[in-house]
């Protein structure tokens, strides 16, 4: 049975990290769900990942309807700043990728000045098109010279999924994690919605009136059709879930 929540995610990084092993983790809500439902390739991505974490409390309601009782809500600002605190004893390196210009100096600085013991290996900022060759290679030298432990993705959902699954054997970093927004809600660019709203399944509404003309279409598209499959599923008239 599934059992997973905050603590019990960053215990399974931390033995993944200690056994030197390697793997990626993906933070995952209905946003993600949903396009793998559509997406063979991100799917494929999402079912090899080390850990695939409910990242919305509308993904742990489905895993509680569905017996996993233990299930609990991994927020990907929240495990990302776990990870960081967990660094004071561990001595973790991080390399923080992704964002828009000027973004990852902000988080850098921002993490800094509440953890100042944090080793911040690098940063890189990729462009907004895919890397050329030689984009590519000044990152993946960037990362090897850095010599992370973990490479924190802030980049949109499927982007940063496939970019873990891509770069996993390129890139000598044990640990990747996709993050998305955490990026900009640990800068400082963006206001996090309030303890309530989270716990009600209602962050997306607050989310939506931060960005209504980038949400709005994915919400309209993604969330009644959601709602309509989840409930086939559990009626037994829909499929098990995804291949």
């Known amino acids: 049975m599934l ?3 905050l603590d019990t995610a960053v215990a399974r990084c931390e033995q993944l990290l200690a056994g030197h092993d390697k793997g990626y983790v993906c933070v995952t809500g209905v946003h993600g769900v949903m396009e793998s439902r559509s997406d063979p ?7 090899r990942a080390f850990l695939c974490l409910p990242d919305g409390m509308p993904t742990v309601w489905v895993g509680r309807l569905q017996g996993h009782r233990g299930i609990r809500r991994v927020y990907g600002p ?13 001595g973790w390196r991080h390399f923080l990728y992704g964002g828009a210009p000027g973004v990852v100096d902000k988080l850098a ?16 900022t990729p462009p907004y098109a895919p890397l050329t060759p030689a984009g590519e290679r000044e990152m993946t030298d960037k990362v090897a010279h850095a010599r992370p432990d973990i490479l924190w993705v802030g980049l949109s959902t499927p982007k940063q999924e496939k970019f873990m699954a891509q770069y996993s054997d390129k890139l000598q970093v044990p640990l990747m994690v996709g993050v998305g927004a955490a990026f900009d809600l640990h800068a400082g660019l963006r206001r996090d919605a309030p303890d ?4 009600s399944g209602l962050q997306w509404l607050h989310r939506l009136c931060q960005e209504p003309r980038r949400l709005a279409p994915r919400y309209l ?3 009644p059709r959601f709602l ?3 409930g086939l599923q559990l009626s037994g008239w829909g499929p098990s879930g995804a291949d």
């Open 109 to 124: 600085e921002r993490l800094l000045s509440v953890m100042p013991w944090l080793f911040i290996a690098g940063t890189y």
């Open 228 to 230: 309509w499959e989840i």
């Open 3 to 5: 059992a997973i929540d």
């Open 41 to 47: 390739e991100l799917r494929a991505v999402l079912n």
């Open 78 to 90: 929240d495990f990302m700043m776990a990870m960081c605190r967990r660094s004071q004893q561990t």
């Open 221 to 223: 598209r993604h969330n």
């Open 196 to 199: 309530w709203m989270k716990r």
